[in-house]
Structures are given as structure tokens and as C-alpha cells.
């Protein structure tokens, strides 16, 4: 049995930002313009009126101040409200293979690796552009990578899930090293013309290196230990998929072809099951909550999170020990808890003790029990 680490960690930032101010402006010139159009039908209770969104609602929500995106062009037109992305040709690189290149060559930069020392490539996402062939395959070639690679998808889990499976490979002794990659184009399936959740999303992608522990000399950490957990609900859904055509009503606008979220019913049935999931899991490897350094979550919700964190450590958080990066970059499904981990842990010290947990649709939920080490000089 071999010690999986993650030594190298990398995050591709689109260069578009959109502000809350922004995406208020443009819902709120959708809304007088859906109102105005269906003023008679609202007016004989057909239909319901738009409401305004406004930045000071999205922040009370959330915690979310922007995004970054792919492209705003589209989303911030009220006669379009959805990204706009150029058709590519079948010889040309996709747009997640793109971004997962940027990513993965800053994760390899740190772990001092370079592509042909990977023997595996994890595209672990929410939404993939295609079904086949699998992104990961595309990531591999362009990367120079060995091995194989495969897709896996489990929603807002799908990072942990994906660490959990190289860990377990590398492990066994089936790869040496690993490349997780998670790009994440939210804005392409958020339904920007919905109050409710036309703040929620941003792009993002992220990469992750893992390799056997006696293969690296850079300061990295050690995988202690992985546990996953899934349990279905329809409160967190998307119905899009290859049988929509097939069906009576498989029109390609309809609501439910986007995300959709039971938010209150979330909020109350996620956080107990997140707040166990961790307890339970260091528990089980001897660990007490006063050893943890560092909560590495998902950034869903600023609120969630201010829950999660003071349920696991039996207090609230002090500065720094439960970091966030929503206010920036938006929920960015599987990729924020790397995000976050990317952004805030090179200050970990020796020895010390952290986790990466991501919990989302399904209901899913992933945790990483990490341990810094940093070899002798």
C-alpha cells in the first residue's frame, strides 16, 4: 500500500467578472420587460409579476458580491440572459479542456511534475459539454499525459469524489500519480431570468495533483483518509439530458432543463447530514475537532457554511480557520472547496490537520482528512 498526497493544486480564473449591480441591472430590465409584455395576463391572475432583484437581497442570500464567467455579453442582455460561447469545431479543443489545461499546468508547476509523470487524468464535474468521448480523454492528450483517463460526475461532490478515487488507485499501486480536474461552466446551466437563483453560480476551473508520497519532495498533504456519502433528493435537480427529444414535452427551454433548487428544504436537510458527515469521519481516525486547522468547504452559501463550521468545531470559527472565497467567486459547484483549498493553505504548518468536505446534489457529500507535511530542507 502506497501514501497517496496532493502536492500541487492550480485554479483557472476566467478574465470576465460580472458585479451584483450588474446582474441586478440586467434582471431587472428582463422583469419590466416580461411585466410589460404580459401586463394584461398578469393583470387577470394568469400569470404572477416579476419581482426586482437587488444586490443588497443577493448579498443578505448569500454572501456572493460577483462571479467570474466565461462570457457576460450574453448574460447581462435581457433579450438573451445565458452565456454566449463561440461553436467549435470537432478539431478544435473543447472549452473545459482549455480551461482544465491552465489549471492543471499551475497544479503540476507546484507539485514540480510535469504531464508525463501523470498516469491518470479525473475530469470530475457538475455538467460536462459532451457525452462522449470524455473530457478527460481530450485533457490527457492535449496535457502530453500517460495512462487513462475518465469522467465522473456527482454534481457539487464531484472534487472529493474524484480525490477519493485517485487516492484509492494510488493506493492500491494501479497509478503512481494523478491529475483531478474540475471545470466547472455554472453559467451555462443557471437560469439567469429566475429571482431566486439568478445570483447563485460562477465559472471556475481547478486541478489537483496526487501522487505516492515517496515521489515527491515538494511540501504537500498527506490523504489520511476519504469518505463519501450519497443519498437521493429531488430538491437539488436538473432534467436535462440525451432523452429530452424523445419525450412529448422535450422542448429545449423548459424550466426544469436548468438548475433548479428547493432552497429552504436544502438549507434544513443538508447541513445535519454535513455537520455528522465530518464528526463522524475524523472520529473515526482518533481526530478531536480543537485538532483541525482548517475547513476547507463548499462554497455554496456564506450562511451554510457559518453553520457547518461552528457545528464541527463546537464554537464559531475563528478568522482564517474557516475560510470563504464565495464572495468572489460565487458557488462554483465541485471546484470551490479547491478554490479554497488552493487559496488558503500554504500557511499550514507541519503536522497539522485539515479537511476538504463538498456536499451537493444528490444529496452528496465528500470529505478529505488531510495532513501537512513539509520534508526537511
Known sequence: MYQPVISGSGVFTPEQVITNDELVATFNAYADKYNAENAEAIAAGELEEKAHS???FIVAASGIHQRYVMDK??????????????????????????????????????????AADIDLVIVAASNLERAYPAVAIEVQQLLGANGFAFDMNV???????????????????????ALVVNPEICSGHLEWRDRD????????????????????????????????????????RNNNGFLRRSRPDGVADRRDMQFMQNGRKVFKEVLPIVS???????????????????L????????????????????????????????DYANTSSAGSIITFAKHSDDIADGELGVICSFG?????????????????
Open 296 to 327: 476547507w468547504l463548499h462554497q455554496a452559501n456564506k450562511a451554510m457554511n457559518d453553520f457547518i463550521g461552528k457545528k464541527v468545531l463546537g464554537r464559531v470559527p475563528d478568522p482564517g480557520e474557516q475560510p470563504n472565497i464565495l464572495q
Open 54 to 56: 437587488s444586490s443588497e
Open 155 to 177: 454534481a457539487c461532490s464531484s472534487a472529493t469524489f474524484g480525490i477519493q478515487t485517485a487516492s484509492d488507485m494510488i493506493r492500491a499501486g494501479s497509478v503512481r500519480a
Open 276 to 294: 455528522k458527515h465530518i464528526l463522524s469521519h475524523i472520529e473515526a481516525e482518533g481526530v478531536k475537532p480543537d485538532q483541525l486547522k482548517r
Open 197 to 236: 437563483c439568478h445570483f447563485i453560480f460562477g465559472d471556475v476551473c481547478t486541478a489537483t495533483v496526487l501522487e505516492r508520497k515517496e515521489d515527491t519532495t515538494v511540501p504537500h498533504f498527506e490523504v489520511v483518509s476519504t469518505r463519501c456519502l450519497t443519498q437521493f433528493s429531488n430538491n437539488i
Open 73 to 114: 455579453t450574453g448574460v447581462l442582455d435581457p433579450d438573451v440572459m445565458h452565456p454566449l460561447l463561440r461553436q467549435r469545431s470537432d478539431d478544435e479543443p473543447g472549452i473545459m479542456a482549455e480551461m482544465a489545461l491552465d489549471a492543471c499546468n499551475k497544479a503540476l508547476a507546484k507539485a514540480g511534475k510535469t
Open 361 to 377: 446534489a444528490g444529496y452528496s457529500v465528500g470529505s478529505v482528512l488531510l495532513k501537512r507535511s513539509i520534508p526537511d530542507a
